[in-house]
């Protein structure tokens, strides 16, 4: 994704950080640093996997804005949230904890469900697939029974984490869902 893009950009000169924008385009974006590589004078949130996110900076198009490295970081920790319902600025997130899944996902500008109501599995599902013959003709689907499901919420971006364990296999599946707020 960019935001990956732009966060492998993120060059540290002493006490300064160089944000690259490869685009050929101004963006004014969130970027995602790592380590103790926050700017100074920018809001962050600590994401899941220990990266932080700030809230929007401009950059220019094909170059980069020059930051001083925060020497002492206000680094926003998010909450849990049990609640189910998530608000951004362009979505409305319905989670229901007794199935670990995302049940709906509103899209607040176009004014429609993004989430097929109709579908056999819901968003979010790891539906495992099994067959013994050579042949590959699929003997029987499951949803993995063991699940749990977290929304963490900050002020720059909400998460979603849900994750599956499959019994026979061993598998542990993660699957983690960034919502902006704004």
Not at 67 to 87: D, N, Q
Not at 141 to 165: D, P, Y
């Amino acid at each position: 994704t960019m935001t990956q893009v732009i966060r492998d950009c993120v060059e540290e000169n002493g006490d300064v950080l160089h944000i690259w924008n490869p685009l050929p385009a101004v963006r004014n974006t969130h970027v995602c640093v790592t380590g103790d590589r926050n700017p100074e004078g920018v809001r962050v949130q600590e994401l899941e996997d220990g990266s932080f996110l700030t809230e929007r900076m401009e950059l220019p198009a094909f170059g980069y804005a020059v930051r001083s490295k925060a020497e002492e970081p206000v680094v926003e920790k998010p909450e849990f949230s049990e609640t189910g319902l998530v608000e951004t600025e362009y979505y409305r997130i319905t989670c229901d904890f007794e199935t670990c899944c995302i049940t709906g996902i509103y899209d607040k500008v176009n004014g429609r469900e993004l989430i097929d109501e109709d579908s056999p599995y819901t968003f979010g599902d790891f539906i495992y697939t099994y067959s013994q013959s050579r042949n590959g003709i699929v003997e029987e689907q499951f949803v993995s029974s063991k699940r749990k499901l977290e929304i963490l919420e900050g002020s720059i971006a909400v998460q979603i984490l849900i994750q599956a364990f499959e019994e026979q296999s061993q598998a542990n599946i993660r699957n983690v869902i960034t919502f902006y707020r704004d």
